[in-house]
């Protein structure tokens, strides 16, 4: 039988989206976001293997307002707006569709679940097979025997594609998929902003469907006085009626979309591979590339283990290694510690250590204490240079284990920095990606391509445990080599490499150290102004209510503004849009006109030392050390301007 695949395009943008998020958020070299894109083309390409459809169809929704809008103003209108990081990628998508001859369908004035009703009837009505994928469950009431609905359903952290066709509707809720209608029309619907009936919930909704078929049996049970509903749910049945048929209308897919009544558009057919290509090149989307054989007459890529080969040698040779080269080229592999004793809460696992001789990556696990303690030896050289990454936290992160570093040479992070300070994306892997246009995310994936989950999100501790790690530490590490020297070379370009040396490296330390030293704190002492501030309160508290003629919520602007406002009848200043303003200049402008406005400026200043230099404080403390130890970040935000001034700074300084 012939298969109908029917997408919607915007939902499942919208899920790839958010599911690959973080440091998997992909980037073209230009900086345009592409995570939605990627992971929507996984999603494709899966559905496409495990149904092998014969024909496909990808529907949009438009900006215009749809018949919805019309009949219902408040439709949609409590919904953020699209992202721009997703809004940017759906040209990309729809370019792409159309290079792979992926017919999209879109039409102003309906939305993309009117075309997908309307295609799977006309499916149907032909004798196909459909399949519908998305997230959105109001396509639930398409279902039949020969509609089968796909959609992602998060379980036990993992996210899987459920399957629902009639009976399993039928399993799942007691209904028949078009009675779901019905149950929105009493019900509501939040995300869409359709009232239903106030007061009537899910649960509610579903029983009374259940019993009376659907909402036009209900009313007019309700009309012969044969509905048996009692107390408050017989009012808000009564009252609802208008909203309850409003938002069953609203509710309901459009099943007759004026489509042209033919599939033949929808056939599965052959990529335009050359463009194709040109646009997975400009993505940087190298898997796909490779999956599909899109490189044609290119030279094969060469296999990512070639590139960076992976070593295991004991502690003793790595040790002779970096002697013999007087040089320690790393990355330290990390995982979380929520021991609250520590300052970096992380814990070392691996160090990876770059060979420049051989090119190859000298992996080794670093579980236990005692073999980290074996490099002490290398790490408090001075003679030996350390070039990494964030040496600011891999300062502090031997500092815990008792190894002070000397000898930090190079930080590719500071280096990025000093070269752009308005970039705030200054990790490993985007600075791969900017300098070396090595795309990791491209690579570091299951080798079978058919073991992909793609509505997996990124599972961070699934991550940490499995053997991509070596790969993806190899591929730091010899990283590093590589930016070290695109990188110096351009400081040197801009005369910023004394400003590198001289003055950013050596402030690597400084700042370890004052975050290592932190700020003793005399908790007792603390504590004791906490009371002394808590007893002020409660008398001020007291004072302000006798003031007031009563008790109220201080902390509430609703609350002060009401007793200011329209029980003392005090004049009114300023007035926002939850009602009247209180905030500081207000009230300083009220002072001469009531004592009690003295008091409440003096308990707003006592409950922000309280809140924020005392209670505020107390979570900061480390128990081993007794002290605070704050982050000192030196890779901030700075404009351009500040770029320039920094670089002539040095240029000019080293003519002195």
């Given amino acids: 039988m012939d298969k109908l695949v029917l997408i919607d395009g915007n939902s499942i943008m919208n899920r790839a989206f958010y599911g690959i998020m973080g ?12 995570n939605a894109v990627y992971g929507f083309l996984a999603i494709l390409f899966k559905l496409i293997e495990d149904v092998n459809p014969t024909h ?82 109001d396509t639930f009431q398409l279902a039949t025997n020969k509609v089968t609905i796909r ?70 049970a309700v009309e012969k006085g044969e509905a048996n509903l009692k107390g408050k749910q017989k009012e808000n049945i009564e009252k609802g009626k208008e909203l309850a048929f409003l938002s069953k209308t609203l509710g309901t897919i459009n099943l007759e979309v004026p489509i042209k009544d033919d599939l033949e558009n929808f056939k599965i057919k052959e990529w335009d591979k050359p463009k194709v290509l040109e646009i997975f090149k400009e993505l940087n989307f190298n898997r796909y590339i490779d999956r599909f054989s899109l490189r044609q007459e290119e030279k094969p ?36 510690d929520e021991n609250q004793e520590k300052i970096v809460k992380e814990t070392i696992i691996s160090i990876t250590i770059y060979n420049e001789q051989t090119n190859e990556s000298i992996y080794t696990n670093i579980e236990e204490e005692s073999k980290i303690k074996e490099l002490k030896q290398i790490f408090e050289d001075e003679k030996i240079e350390k070039i990494s990454i964030d040496l600011s936290k891999t300062y502090i992160l031997l500092k815990q284990l008792g190894i002070t570093i000397k ?31 090595l795309d990791i995310n491209e690579y570091i994936l299951k080798e079978d391509a058919k073991q992909i989950n793609l509505f997996d999100e990124i599972n ?44 950013d490296m050596p402030t690597i330390e400084v700042l370890s150290n004052m975050q290592w030293n932190g700020m003793y704190v005399d908790e ?64 300083e402008k009220l002072k ?13 200043q006592i409950m922000k030392l309280n809140s924020t230099y005392v209670e505020g404080l107390k979570p900061y403390i480390n128990p081993k050390t007794k002290r605070i130890h704050s982050f000192f970040h030196q890779t901030i935000t700075a404009t351009r301007k500040n770029k320039f001034n920094r670089a002539q700074f040095t240029k000019h300084t080293n003519k002195i």
């Fill in 301 to 336: 890529k060469e296999d990512l283990k070639e590139i960076f080969k992976i070593a295991k040698k004991p502690i003793e040779e790595i040790i002779e290694l970096i002697k013999k080269q007087n040089k320690m080229i790393f990355y330290i592999g990390t995982k979380k």
């Fill in 524 to 587: 007792k002492e603390l504590n004791q102004i906490g009371e002394e501030l808590s007893k002020s309160l409660q008398d001020l508290t007291k004072t302000i209510y006798e003031m007031a003629g009563q008790e109220f919520n201080i902390n509430s602007p609703k609350q002060l503004g009401e007793i200011l406002f329209e029980k003392m009848k005090l004049p009114v200043i300023k007035k926002t849009k939850s009602g009247y303003s209180t905030d500081v200049d207000v009230l």
């Fill in 151 to 220: 959609i992602p359903r998060t379980k036990g952290g993992k996210t899987e594609t459920e399957e629902y066709n009639e009976e399993k509707i039928k399993e799942t809720y007691g209904i028949k998929p078009k009675q779901l209608i019905d149950v929105k029309g009493l019900q509501g619907d939040t995300s869409d902003n359709i009232p239903g009936v106030p007061g009537i919930g899910e649960k509610t909704a579903l029983s009374l469907i259940k019993k009376f078929g659907s909402i036009e049996n209900l009313y007019k």
């Fill in 56 to 137: 496909i169809a990808v529907a949009f929704d438009l900006k215009a307002p749809t018949a919805r809008h019309k009949l219902y103003e408040g439709y949609k209108a409590t919904r953020k707006g699209m992202p721009n990081e997703l809004a940017e990628q759906m040209p990309i998508i729809k370019e792409i569709l159309k290079a792979m001859k992926i017919d999209i369908i879109e039409m102003e004035g309906y939305e993309a679940d009117d075309i997908l009703g309307t295609l799977s009837k006309l499916g149907e009505k032909k004798g196909l097979e459909v399949i519908i994928l998305s997230g959105d469950r």
């Fill in 23 to 34: 440091s998997k958020m992909l980037t073209t070299k230009d900086g345009k976001y592409t």
């Fill in 407 to 437: 000898g930090m040479k190079y930080d590719a992070m500071i280096a990025a920095y000093i070269l752009n300070p308005t970039d705030n994306k200054l990790d490993i892997e985007n600075l791969m990606l900017q300098y070396l246009k």
């Fill in 460 to 503: 961070e501790s699934q991550e940490k445990n499995n053997s991509t790690n070596q790969e993806k530490y190899a591929m730091y590490a010899n990283s590093i080599a590589k930016l070290q020297k695109i990188t110096i070379k351009k400081l040197q370009e801009i005369n910023a490499i004394d400003l590198f040396y001289n003055i």
């Fill in 592 to 604: 001469k006109e009531d004592p009690i406005i003295e008091k409440i400026l003096e308990y707003r």
